[in-house]
Structures are given as structure tokens and as C-alpha cells.
């Protein structure tokens, strides 16, 4: 599976110039009303600069009322970073001090998703600007004046000029696949009670438009608060329930289905459309959800009791059903969750490890987020530790050399680092020829035309027009260029100038330029593709493990409603926040990558599946099952930790293929890997019919032959339950490991050398 393309609202050429007319309205607005209006140089400075770090600097995604919501928001951030600049310039080392700390903690808040890391680098700039000397507190009022009235033309413009139309929703996706779940279930239940291809082939569409990266970034569920976690939630249950539709096994061949199984599938349908019409908007009941939950307990509990023996097939759909109306009930639950926030009760029965939010104040779960990456391993916390040590460098440096606009060097530190050293290099190549161009374009205009402030003010909208126009389409070195007129331009009108100011500011961004490739080659050089190996190698051997010793309970009937997997949470959020930034960073076509997002997916259907099961083990499976179950579950590890050596082994794209590319936006979830003669050759999952692959295949496979049981079995339903577990896992990591199936005639080794992973002992 290929590399996914990042949608992401307001970056084509329209989008681009619908902002840059904003922003130079809003920039230029501000700056002459109170430079030329009530001649105040100090709150025009902080007018135009406050629009500019969060208009241009800043890449907020959405429409122009969603930024307008976040500007609203950030405004109160903006005044305490604006006081604590102002007086922590008394001394460098106080500056410094500040740049470290506050530096830190605006990058490191970016772990709360894209809004948030969207504004960082702006409210980064409204520190470093006051943090420079003159040391004038008795000029905050100005300051805060200035910055405000800015921010407020630039809400209103984000308001109501030129607005953009909101793309599609995430909850109308999710409603969407509810009315494709709902389609399905009804086919279901008519013979031959299976999907046919197509189906199978729309039921991969749905689940794939619901992975982030192909939803624009505004929309996407990434936030630490309760809504955003349960719209999240509500897609994953909404991609694995057209999933296990999609194989569920048909009744016995001649056999019409039992009653109660279809009443179960008619109950999933209900509840799914049900689900659908609450995401949107157009009703508001839950009682079909109500009544699923009512009919899967009866259901499960009648299993229990049963006692004759039941022959294998109808024991194993009986428990896909189980698993259909557990993943409808989840989706449900969380659909109330993300409609409905902290208004919407848990219902009876339901597991509160997996929705553990739910009835969470803000504050609380933005801890739980930040707490989660607050070590080492997460990405978010060293781009925190890079940024801030790189801003502190250049503050150091501004500070002992005295450097004139020394804030130009921090400027481009934190406008030129990226977190691979190989991109900031690359982008500072860029930046520097830019720049260089545009200081000798900025000191010919200086030298002719000298103190003429009008000729100035005249030009500065179309320079800054052009400059926030061009520069995102252009490229780095076009944006520096055109930036570098538009500071010499404002700065001309503050005070007289010479055309020496344009070399000043080519030395700035020299020496912020140097500070921020040496920063990332110290910290952490390869950015998120070391760690994204590490994180789901380890996600992957967490699953194994969890795999394991669930169905050891489950085979010694040991029952645990609290199960202690906070290992495996944590293994999961470390990688989705490495694969997030990893989308952001340029990236080759890696041969042999296993699909990360398959990866994650997997460790949520083993942490649901997990805790199903243990909250209703027991009694013990006896001897002759629980060494099946056993032998299968052991199977299902292997592979995942074939998968996790796999992913931990294969080169480095950076290492491979040395490729740059431009700074991409903050992004999330998607699949990336793609098979090839240099991937490795990696055998199929035993029962899953040969190489080949990608999800279309794997989604619409029959469960694995070795799987089944005799055809007469005396077992209770969690035998069937577990096998079923393990049977949809075994899929889920044939979809981790079919980017790296190649034919055999290939003969394609590993790239790296290593030999390819153990296959697993048969079950």
C-alpha cells in the first residue's frame, strides 16, 4: 500500500490566496491605524506582528471560522506570553531562562493535535518579540493593545471575509459507513448470507475514508478532549464493524440461519442506522441500541448454558455474530459519547476501561494526553526539547553579541527547523538563497528610495501580498525572500534605515539557520523515523504478549473485568504520535515496510478484544481445547512478533534513499509502505491462501482452515469467542505484513541483511 496523499483544508492555490488577502488586510490594517493613526510605534509593531505569527507563521487547519474559534481561545495565551516576554528581558539570561521553559511547553502542547500545533509556532514568536531589549515594561499597555487589536481584525477577517465552506465532516463519514454497516447487515441476512466482492470492496472504501489522512486536517478527531476522543473511537468501531461483517462466516451449508442469529443481525442493522441518523443530526434516539445491547446478553448468556455438543461451524458464527454486535454496541457507545459529550451516561454493562473518558472534565484528559509524552520516546516531547534548546542557543547568542533585530535570528530558527536534520539542511539551502535575493533586492529599494516613508507604506501591501501569497506555493526560499522586503519595508517606517538593514537581516538568518541545523543534527537527527520503528515494534510484542496471556486466562477460566494493560495503551499512543509526525516528513517508498496504521489498528482490536474476553472467562476449556486455543493463540504471537522484528529491522527511507522534501503539516493516521523487489520476503499467515495481498484481499478472507475446530466440539461459547478473536487477528496482521510479501521468484531478500522472521508453529 502506497503512501496516502494529506488532505488538509486551505493549502491549494485559492485557499492560499484567500489567507494571504487576510492577512494583509488584517497586517496592514492594524499596523497604519495605530502608526499613522494614534502614532503609536510600539503597538503597531506588536499589531502587525501578532497577525502576521498567527496568520502566516501559524498553520491553524480548517475554515476561516474554525481558526477564528481557536484565535478566540489562544487570545488569553497571548497576553501572558506577551507580560512574561516583557519582563524577563530585564536580563539575557532571564530571556534565555523563559525561552527554554516557554519554549518547551507551546512546542510540547502540540501533542493535543493539529489546532494546537498549528498555533505553536505563532505563540512562540509573541514571546520571542517582547523578550528582546529595550527592557520597557512601562510599554505593555502598548503591547497588548497593539497584538489585540490585530487578533480581533484578524478573527473578524477569518470571519467573514472570503469565507471557505466546510469540507465533509468526520461524523458525516461515520454516519456515512453507519448506513453502509446498516446495508450490509440487512444483505446478511438473505442468502446466500454473504457479501458479495463488491461489497467487500466498499465495505474497504468506507473503513479507508475514515483514516485521518484522508480526511481534511480540521475535521480530524485528534484532540485530547472527550468529543474528539469519542468521534475517534466512533471510527475505529465503525471501521471494525464493516470489518467483521465483511467475514462474517455464512451458516452451515443447506442450513437456513438459526432465529436468534437473526435476530441479532437485524438488531445490528437497526442499531446501526439508528447510530447514522444521531452522527447526523437527524434523530436523536438510542433505543435500538438500547435493545442490541438487551439481545447480545440474552444471546450470550443462552451460549453459556448450552451444554450438548455443538458442531464447530455454528459455534463459530454464533461468536462472529457476537463480535458484529459487540462492535455495533461500541460504535454506538461512542457515537452518544461524541454527540452528546459529557451529557451522554455510560450504559449498564458497559466496559469503562474502553471508554474511560467518558464523563472526564477538559482538564483531565489534556493531562492524561500531555502526561502519556512526557519521556523520551514520544515525538512530541523531543521536538519540544529540540525547538526550545535551539530558540534558547539564539537568544544566548542575540543576547552576548548584541545583535541588531536579533530576533530575526530566532525568527528563522523557529521558522526554518524541521525535526530531520536532512530536511533542515535541505530548507535551509533554500532559505539562504532566498534570503540572499531578497536582501539585495530590499537594499536597492533602501538605497533609492531612502526616508520617503510614504513610498513605503505605499508598496508594503503588495510586497506582503505577494510574499503570503507565493511563499506557500513557491516553496521556502521564495517565503524568506519576500519576507525579507516585508521586515525591511515595516522597519523602514519605524525609524530611518540604510540599506545596511538588508545585511543585517541575511546575517540573522545565517546565524538562526546554523543554530537550527546544529541543533538537529544533536537532537534526535532522524526525526520521527527511528522512533516510529521502535514504537510499533514495541506495539507489536505488547500485542503479542497481551494475546498471550489473555487467552491463558481465558483457557484457565480465570475472569478479570480490570485488567492491567496500560503497557499496551502506552505502546499504542507513543506509535500513532510517531506515525502522525512521520506523514509531516519527507519520505520515500520504503520496500519491506509492514502498513504502520494496520499496526495500531491491530493493538485496538487486541485491547477491546482483550478485555471482552477476560470479563467473561471461565469455566475452564479442558485439556483438548485449551491446547488448540493455546496453539493457535501461540501462533497468532509469533507472527506479531515476526511483524515487531520485521518492523524494528527494515533501513531507514532516510538512511535508503537520502530524499527531501517541504515541511508538510501536522498529520495523523494513514497507511504508509509498499511491497517491491527490495521487500522482504515474508510467508503468508498460515490458512490465509498464499502470498498476496493488500487489505482488499485480507478484508474479505474466510477465517484460516487450520483454525477450526472438530466438527463436533463440546466447548463453552468463550472457546468459540476467543478463536474467533484470534481468527480476525491473524487477519489483522496479514494487513500489518502485505506491503512485505513479494513473490517467491523474486527471490527478494532483506534489505538489510537480516534474515526474514520465523514463521510461526502451526496451531
Known sequence: MGAEKDVSAGRGPSGVARRAIRTTLCACGAFYVCLYGLDRPVAATYALFAVVSMAALSRIPGTGGQRAAVLVRTLPVVWLLLTAGTFLAVRTWTAVAGMLVIGFAIAFVAAAGPRAAGAAPGLQLLYILPCFPPYA????????????????????????????????????????????????????????????????????????????????????????????????????GARTLLGRLAILPPPPPGEPPHRTGQQLLEAVGRSAAETGALLAGTGRATAEADALRRLREEVREAAARESQPVPAVRGRRRAALLEVADAAVAFATAAELAVRGRRAPLPPG????????????????????????????????????????????????????SLPHGFWAMLAVLSLTRTTVAQTKATVRQALAGTLLGALLAAVVLALVGGHTTVYALILPLV??????????????????????????????????????????????????????????????????????????????????????????????????????????????????????????????????????????????????????????????????????SGRADGVAAR????????????????????????????????????????????????????????????????????????????????????????????????????????????????????APRPPRSA
Open 464 to 629: 506582503m501580498l505577494v510574499a503570503f501569497t507565493v511563499g506557500p506555493v513557491r516553496g521556502v526560499g521564495w517565503a524568506q525572500g519576500m519576507f525579507t522586503l516585508v521586515v525591511s519595508f515595516v522597519f523602514a517606517q519605524l525609524a530611518p534605515v540604510t540599506w545596511r538593514l538588508a545585511g543585517v537581516r541575511l546575517m540573522d538568518v545565517i546565524i538562526g539557520s546554523m543554530v537550527g541545523v546544529v541543533f538537529g543534527l544533536m537532537a534526535w537527527p532522524r526525526g520521527a523515523q527511528a522512533e516510529l520503528h521502535r514504537a510499533v515494534a514495541l506495539l507489536l510484542a505488547r500485542e503479542a504478549e497481551t494475546v498471550e496471556a489473555t487467552t491463558a486466562a481465558v483457557v484457565a477460566g480465570r475472569r478479570d473485568t480490570a485488567p492491567d494493560d496500560r503497557a499496551l495503551q502506552l505502546a499504542l499512543s507513543l506509535a500513532e504520535s510517531a506515525y502522525a509526525q512521520r506523514q509531516s516528513e519527507p519520505r520515500a517508498a520504503l520496500a519491506g515496510a509492514p502498513d504502520w496504521q494496520a499496526a495500531m489498528i491491530t493493538g485496538h482490536h487486541v485491547l477491546w478484544g482483550s478485555r471482552r474476553l477476560l470479563a467473561r472467562a471461565g469455566p475452564d476449556l479442558g485439556p483438548g481445547n485449551g491446547e488448540r486455543l
Open 137 to 236: 515594561p512601562d510599554t505593555l499597555g502598548q503591547r497588548l493593545g497593539g497584538a489585540t487589536f490585530g487578533l480581533i481584525l484578524l478573527i473578524l477577517a477569518e470571519k467573514f471575509i472570503l469565507p471557505e465552506q466546510r469540507g465533509t465532516t468526520y461524523r458525516e463519514l461515520a454516519a456515512g459507513a453507519a448506513g453502509t454497516a446498516a446495508r450490509f447487515a440487512a444483505e446478511l441476512g438473505r442468502p446466500p448470507y454473504t457479501l458479495p466482492a463488491a461489497e467487500v470492496e466498499t465495505a474497504r472504501r468506507t473503513g479507508e475514508s475514515l483514516r485521518p489522512l484522508h480526511v481534511e486536517e480540521a475535521e480530524r478527531p485528534a484532540g485530547p478532549g472527550l468529543r474528539d476522543r469519542a468521534l475517534a473511537h466512533t471510527g475505529l
Open 350 to 401: 458497559t466496559d469503562s476501561g474502553r471508554f474511560w473518558y467518558a464523563g472526564r472534565h477538559a482538564p483531565r484528559l489534556w493531562w492524561h494526553r500531555l502526561a502519556a509524552h512526557a519521556g523520551p520516546r514520544s515525538v512530541h516531547f523531543q521536538n519540544a526539547v529540540r525547538i526550545s534548546l535551539a530558540l534558547a542557543a539564539a537568544r544566548t547568542l542575540a543576547g552576548v553579541e
Open 640 to 755: 506479531m512478533r515476526g511483524a515487531a522484528q520485521h518492523a524494528a529491522t527494515i533501513p531507514s527511507a532516510d538512511a535508503s534513499h537520502g530524499s527531501h522534501g517541504s515541511h508538510g503539516s501536522h498529520g495523523s493516521h494513514g497507511s504508509h509502505g509498499a511491497g517491491g523487489a527490495g521487500a522482504v520476503a515474508v510467508g503468508p499467515a498460515p490458512g490465509t491462501g498464499g502470498e498476496g495481498g493488500g487489505a482488499a484481499q485480507v478484508v474479505g478472507a474466510v477465517a484460516p482452515p487450520e483454525a477450526a475446530a472438530p466438527s463436533e466440539v463440546v466447548a463453552p461459547a468463550e472457546f468459540f469467542a476467543a478463536q474467533i478473536w484470534l481468527d480476525s487477528l491473524t487477519l489483522d496482521v496479514e494487513r500489518v505484513l502485505a506491503p512485505c510479501h513479494v513473490p517467491e521468484e523474486a527471490g527478494a531478500g532483506d534489505s538489510t541483511g537480516a534474515p
